[in-house]
């Protein structure tokens, strides 16, 4: 094979396949639970009231139930790509006990082709902890069922030791 073919081949394959890859993760991506915490200027508990598709994006509408870090309007809307309904998940992590959650960069959030980041999806009668400035992180949108959350206690311990 010519040098010429393989010269070719290699660039046709990178361009082929770099279209699959993100180059600009959205903010959070790889943050560690602390980073995560403290690099985001804003952390709220929130609830869906609302969401509404489109042929190619869903639009979720969230009421704010608990300022934890920051200001916020009384509702936030976050935009994402249409995904299933299959694609959401329930799992909030043993109320975050699970060793896995702790030790792993994972949360309840698929990580799909092509968004650069994970695909946070929200359902009524569910709350959430979300970190609206770091939706790269696979823990800014975790389901939070009661206030003894291992995730929402940590999260909210380190705040306030933050801000005294």
Same mark, same amino acid.
């Not at 200001?71 to 299933?84: I, R």
């Not at 400035?133 to 929402?152: R, V």
């Given at each position: 094979?010519?040098?010429?073919?393989?010269?070719?081949?290699?660039?046709?394959?990178?361009?082929?396949?770099?279209?699959?890859?993100?180059?600009?993760?959205?903010?959070?991506?790889?943050?560690?639970?602390?980073?995560?915490?403290?690099?985001?200027? /804003?952390?709220?508990?929130?609830?869906?009231?609302?969401?509404?598709?489109?042929?190619?994006?869903?639009?979720?509408?969230?009421?704010?139930?608990?300022?934890?870090?920051?200001?916020? /309007?009384?509702?936030?809307?976050?935009?994402?790509?249409?995904?299933?309904?299959?694609?959401?998940?329930?799992?909030?992590? /043993?109320?975050?006990?699970?060793?896995?959650?702790?030790?792993?960069?994972?949360?309840?959030?698929?990580?799909?082709?092509?968004?650069?980041?994970?695909?946070?999806?929200?359902?009524?009668?569910?709350?959430?902890?979300?970190?609206?400035?770091?939706?790269?992180?696979?823990?800014?949108?975790?389901?939070?069922?009661?206030?003894?959350?291992?995730?929402?206690?940590?999260?909210?311990?380190?705040?306030?030791?933050?801000?005294?």
């Amino acid at each position: 094979m010519s040098a010429m073919k393989i010269v070719s081949s290699f660039i046709l394959y990178f361009v082929i396949f770099s279209s699959y890859a993100c180059f600009l993760p959205k903010k959070g991506s790889n943050y560690t639970l602390e980073e995560l915490i403290d690099k985001s200027d /804003n952390i709220f508990m929130v609830e869906m009231s609302s969401v509404s598709k489109s042929e190619f994006t869903v639009t979720y509408t969230l009421n704010v139930i608990e300022v934890i870090k920051g200001v916020s /309007n009384k509702q936030l809307t976050f935009l994402n790509l249409e995904v299933n309904s299959r694609s959401y998940r329930q799992n909030d992590f /043993n109320n975050h006990n699970d060793p896995d959650f702790w030790s792993k960069d994972i949360g309840r959030s698929k990580f799909p082709c092509c968004i650069c980041g994970p695909a946070h999806t929200f359902k009524k009668g569910h709350k959430y902890l979300y970190f609206p400035d770091s939706l790269g992180a696979f823990k800014s949108a975790e389901i939070i069922k009661s206030s003894d959350d291992k995730w929402y206690k940590f999260v909210k311990l380190r705040v306030s030791r933050k801000h005294t």
